[in-house]
């Protein structure tokens, strides 16, 4: 509306006399719920700032480097939770990042119209089952299978390769770290499919016509007219799908196996920050044991918000850039 | 020719890699679902609905999970629902060309996807703490601040879609900004505004993590939200984690219910907004 426009407002017809005051009001309740989202976030940092700050002060900046947790003598540190989110994570995107470019691929590229909107409402299904249930189904249905079949294969594979011997040794729990990567991976799968159809559908037909028009087949049309295209798009949802992984908790939970230890051994159980929290926190007594699990909190929600930031604004740069172009 | 041929081949690879890849991610959704069927489903009955969580070993049903899910929820939607359109509504018609806009956008684009045990932490500090006691309120005030950036992106995008020579017309006839905005705008966003709560409602109602530290749980029926109280989710939770098989599969029982009812809502959110798009 050009509300900026200097035109003399039209006098209000005599039934809508009541709403004079009733404007003013309706603008400075929007305007408070708007500032209150605001409020909001800044009051989430400060809460936990506030909660974390007797465990940094009892800590210092060792507790970011510190692996040991005991709650018996009120000794903790963050690296193993630190390390567990940073790795399971990675494994997530390591499989996800692939099998969800390959799906936004095949959706905008290879698939017929037809059967687009149902394969996309079936794997959008994926996003919106509760992390829970992904939980009790990475226990109770995944982790047997790996206990038994693909963990003893990949043991018996890698056994005489030197580096991953390491990587992949120690007995077949079913839950552990490779797991919740695992899960994780399922769990954001949706989401870089989504995001990745709609930066590669901001490709502009005519570039692509320009392209098959000249004889490239499908996948050379796809890796140097859209992918170029789309490549900070594509970051962009890299990082998001990141951001949700880092955050995760019931999935990884359930499945992470809860040890406070690091491991070279992916299939050994871990723990991540989210899963720590989960689990001990109504059982925190003492405020130190209280404060470093709010100290893990505070730390999960600064590297969260970096990398959501960067997404958002990686995401916000590509659409511009496309927005700029004919 | 022997150029062309490997070209072909390469692309013959790359496009059957890609739909590798979409049977394996639509493998993975009926996996899921064939093993809540599967393990749910026995469980099913008009016991779910009429009786307590048991104690270890005994028979039982969900009734006080349920409706502990079912109040929280709907506080947290009564509590959520009309921040998150103010907000929107100040976003989309009075600061759509401000700072303000761009900043709130993104702050709360970043609220969106936040952890949520962290949302369950800050309101732990909050209302738990100083109270001394969990409670089903704090639980709903957890779940509503989730709702909130959900309401406000889809409220956002919905009257943004409202053609401005509506409001315009509506300006010139003499009506107040207000009147614009409540008895023109939001009555053309509508049904968008409603699949954004239906949407939101989705969201929470499989929401574990910020139940554990606010609403904890609760043994018995209790319609006292002021008292700790028991959650669909958080019934699971302990269920599925404990030894014993009844727990067990009463735990599968509530993860296909809550399944469903996301189904449904979601279901319901596309219904209406393919009816909207094709109006």
Redesign the interface.
């Known amino acids: 509306?050009?509300?900026?426009l200097p035109v003399a407002r039209?006098?209000?017809?005599p039934a809508?006399r009541h709403?004079?005051a009733?404007?003013c009001?309706?603008?400075l309740?929007?305007?408070?719920?708007?500032v209150?989202?605001?409020v909001?976030?800044v009051?989430?940092m400060i809460?936990?700032i506030?909660?974390a700050a007797p465990a940094f002060a009892a800590f210092g900046p060792h507790f970011l480097v510190d692996s040991s947790w005991n709650p018996v003598i009120e000794k903790f540190g963050a690296l193993a939770p630190i390390y567990g989110t940073a790795v399971t994570s990675f494994i997530a995107m390591l499989i996800a990042a692939?099998?969800g470019l390959?799906?936004a691929?095949?959706?905008t590229e290879?698939?017929p119209t037809r059967l687009r909107r149902p394969?996309s409402?079936?794997?959008?299904?994926?996003a919106?089952?509760?992390?829970?249930?992904?939980?009790?189904?990475g226990?109770?249905?995944l982790a047997p299978v790996l206990q038994n079949t693909v963990q003893p294969v990949l043991i018996g594979l890698f056994a005489r390769v030197p580096g991953l011997s390491a990587l992949l040794a120690g007995p077949p729990y079913g839950i552990g770290v490779l797991t919740a990567g695992l899960i994780l991976a399922?769990m954001v799968?949706?989401l870089i499919?989504s995001v990745a159809c709609d930066v590669f559908a901001t490709a502009p037909a005519v570039l692509k016509e320009a392209a098959y028009g000249v004889g490239a087949?499908?996948?050379?049309v796809?890796?140097h007219v859209v992918l170029p295209y789309a490549r900070v798009g594509v970051i962009g949802a890299m990082m998001?799908a990141t951001?949700?992984a880092?955050?995760?908790?019931?999935a990884v939970t359930?499945v992470v196996g809860n040890a406070h230890r690091i491991s070279g051994s992916l299939l050994a159980p871990g723990t991540t920050i989210?899963a720590t929290?989960?689990n001990e926190?109504?059982e925190a007594v003492g405020e130190r044991y209280g404060a470093a699990?709010?100290a893990l909190?505070l730390i999960?929600?600064a590297i969260?918000?970096v990398v959501?930031?960067a997404a958002?604004l990686l995401l916000l740069h590509a659409g511009q850039q496309t927005g700029q172009r004919p | 020719m022997k150029r062309y041929r490997a070209r072909r081949r390469r692309n013959a690879v790359a496009v059957s890699v890609c739909a590798g890849a979409t049977l394996l991610g639509l493998g993975w959704v009926i996996l899921i679902l064939l093993a809540l069927l599967r393990e749910g489903r026995s469980g099913m009955s008009l016991a779910v609905f009429t009786e307590m969580t048991p104690p270890p070993g005994a028979a039982g049903g969900l009734l006080n999970a349920i409706v502990g899910s079912l109040m929280m929820t709907a506080l947290a939607v009564a509590l959520g629902t009309p921040l998150g359109i103010a907000a929107a509504t100040y976003l989309a018609e009075y600061g759509r060309h401000g700072r303000l806009r761009h900043v709130v956008r993104f702050f709360n684009d970043i609220l969106l996807s936040a952890p949520s045990i962290v949302i369950g932490l800050f309101i732990y500090e909050i209302l738990v703490a100083p109270l001394g006691h969990f409670s089903g309120y704090a639980g709903a005030c957890a779940l509503a601040l989730i709702v909130v950036p959900v309401v406000v992106r889809t409220t956002e995008d919905m009257l943004l879609l409202v053609p401005d020579p509506l409001r315009e017309a509506a300006a010139a006839l003499g009506l107040p900004r207000a009147a614009v905005i409540t008895r023109i705008a939001y009555r053309a966003a509508g049904t968008g505004m409603l699949t954004g709560v239906l949407l939101a409602i989705a969201r929470i109602s499989g929401e574990t993590a910020p139940l554990l530290f606010t609403a904890l749980n609760n043994q018995f029926i209790s319609v006292d939200m002021g008292s700790p109280m028991a959650s669909l989710p958080a019934v699971i939770f302990q269920f599925a984690l404990s030894p014993y098989k009844e727990w067990q599969a009463l735990a599968w029982t509530g993860a296909l219910i809550i399944t469903l009812a996301v189904l449904a809502l979601n279901v319901t959110t596309r219904t209406i907004a393919s009816a909207r798009s094709r109006k």
């Open positions: 509306m050009a509300s900026s039209p006098a209000l017809g809508f709403w004079r009733f404007d009001g309706f603008r309740v929007t305007l408070t719920a708007t209150a989202v605001l909001l976030l009051g989430i809460a936990l506030k909660g692939p099998l390959g799906i691929m095949f959706l290879i698939c394969i409402i079936a794997i959008e299904l994926l919106g089952i509760p992390s829970i249930i992904y939980g009790m189904w226990l109770f249905v399922i799968l949706p499919t087949t499908t996948w050379e796809f890796r998001l951001g949700r880092l955050g995760e908790t019931m359930f989210s929290i989960a926190f109504t699990l709010m909190a999960l929600f969260t918000f959501l930031a958002r």
